[in-house]
T-cell receptor, first 110, second 113 residues
Framework: GDSVTQMEGPVTLSEEAFLTINCTYT??????LFWYVQYPGEGLQLLLK?????DKGSNKGFEATYRKETTSFHLEKGSVQVSDSAVYFC?????????FGSGTKLNVKP | EPEVTQTPSHQVTQMGQEVILRCVPI?????FYWYRQILGQKVEFLVS????????KSEIFDDQFSVERPDGSNFTLKIRSTKLEDSAMYFC???????????FGSGTRLTVV
C-alpha cells in the first residue's frame, strides 16, 4: 500500500545552519506530496506541496522537489531560525486520502 | 483565509463515556475527513464522508466510532464508549473538488482517563 518514510529525529541544529529532512514514498499512480509542520500544542499547518513530478514547492524559505525517479520529496532550508523548531511531517495524498510519515522533530538552538 | 474549526481544543473524559468531537468544515467543501494522531506517532486516516455517507473507513474505525453531518454545517465524530487507547489528537479535514483544496483543522486533544 501507499506509505511515507522520513528520517528519524530529533534533528538538532544551530541557528543559520542548513536543514535537510529526507522523505521517500511508495505509491501507485500519481500522488501529490506535502510537507506539514506542527508547532507544540498546535495542529497541522501546510508548509508546502507539489502536485506532479519535478514540481518544486516552496514557502518561508523551505523548499522540496518532487522526484519521481527517486520517489523522494526532501525538505530543505538554507538557514534555519529558532522559530523553525517544530515537528515536520512528510505526506502524500493519493485518491483523496493522506498518508503521513512519522514526523521529524527539529530543534534549532540560538 | 477560510478555516476548518474544531471544538473543543482539549477534552478529558472518563473511560466508558461517550464523546462527540465537533468540526465546522469550510462552507463550500464537499468532502470531510477525520484523522487521528496518537502521541508521538503517525497521523492516521480514520474515515472519509461525502454526500451524507461514509465513503471509506480504516480498520481503526470500528463500531465504537460514528460520524454525522447533522445540520449541513457541523461534522461530528462520536466515540460511543471511550477506551484509554482512544487518547489522541483528532484532526478534521475538508476539501473541495481536486486535491489542492484540502484543509486540516487545528485538532481536538482527547484524553481518556
Amino acid at each position: 500500500g501507499d506509505s511515507v518514510t522520513q528520517m528519524e529525529g530529533p534533528v538538532t541544529l544551530s541557528e543559520e545552519a542548513f536543514l535537510t529532512i529526507n522523505c521517500t514514498y511508495t505509491a501507485t499512480g500519481y500522488p501529490s506530496l506535502f510537507w506539514y509542520v506542527q508547532y507544540p500544542g498546535e495542529g497541522l499547518q501546510l508548509l508546502l506541496k507539489a502536485t506532479k513530478a519535478d514540481d518544486k514547492g516552496s514557502n518561508k524559505g523551505f523548499e522540496a522537489t518532487y522526484r519521481k525517479e527517486t520517489t523522494s520529496f526532501h525538505l530543505e532550508k538554507g538557514s534555519v531560525q529558532v522559530s523553525d523548531s517544530a515537528v515536520y511531517f512528510c505526506a502524500l495524498n493519493n485518491f483523496n486520502k493522506f498518508y503521513f510519515g512519522s514526523g521529524t522533530k527539529l530543534n534549532v538552538k540560538p | 483565509e477560510p478555516e476548518v474549526t474544531q471544538t473543543p481544543s482539549h477534552q478529558v473524559t472518563q473511560m466508558g463515556q461517550e464523546v462527540i468531537l465537533r468540526c465546522v468544515p469550510i462552507s463550500n467543501h464537499l468532502y470531510f475527513y477525520w484523522y487521528r494522531q496518537i502521541l508521538g506517532q503517525k497521523v492516521e486516516f480514520l474515515v472519509s464522508f461525502y454526500n451524507n455517507e461514509i465513503s471509506e473507513k480504516s480498520e481503526i474505525f470500528d463500531d465504537q466510532f460514528s460520524v454525522e453531518r447533522p445540520d449541513g454545517s457541523n461534522f461530528t465524530l462520536k466515540i460511543r464508549s471511550t477506551k484509554l487507547e482512544d487518547s489522541a489528537m483528532y484532526f478534521c479535514a475538508s476539501r473541495t473538488i481536486g486535491q489542492g483544496g484540502y484543509t486540516f483543522g487545528s485538532g481536538t486533544r482527547l484524553t481518556v482517563v
